[in-house]
């Protein structure tokens, strides 16, 4: 997990299943939904490094950060169907 999760551990299925909202997942989903997170969390790592670094376009690396965002926002929600609003 990265730094902004620290102390934050993954939820079982089971304490997934608990989630007001959300419907339960089949193990599939399950898999599926960790594994765009997974993902999200790795692309975040590298826009971190290249904010960091001093050539980049910033602009041009938060537009491509906001949009990455809301991508694994909407492919996880795909997944997931919430419930709620």
Request: aromatic letters at 8%.
């Amino acid at each position: 997990m990265d730094s902004k999760h620290k102390g934050c551990r993954e939820l079982s299925q089971e304490e997934n299943d608990l989630i007001k909202g959300y419907r339960s997942f089949s193990q599939e989903e399950f898999d599926l939904i960790h594994e765009g997170n997974a993902l999200a969390e790795q692309c975040g790592r590298y826009i971190d490094k290249l904010l960091e670094l001093e050539s980049t376009d910033k602009r041009s690396v938060e537009l491509g950060k906001n949009n990455l965002q809301q991508g694994f926002m909407w492919t996880i929600r795909s997944i997931a169907k919430p419930e709620i609003f």
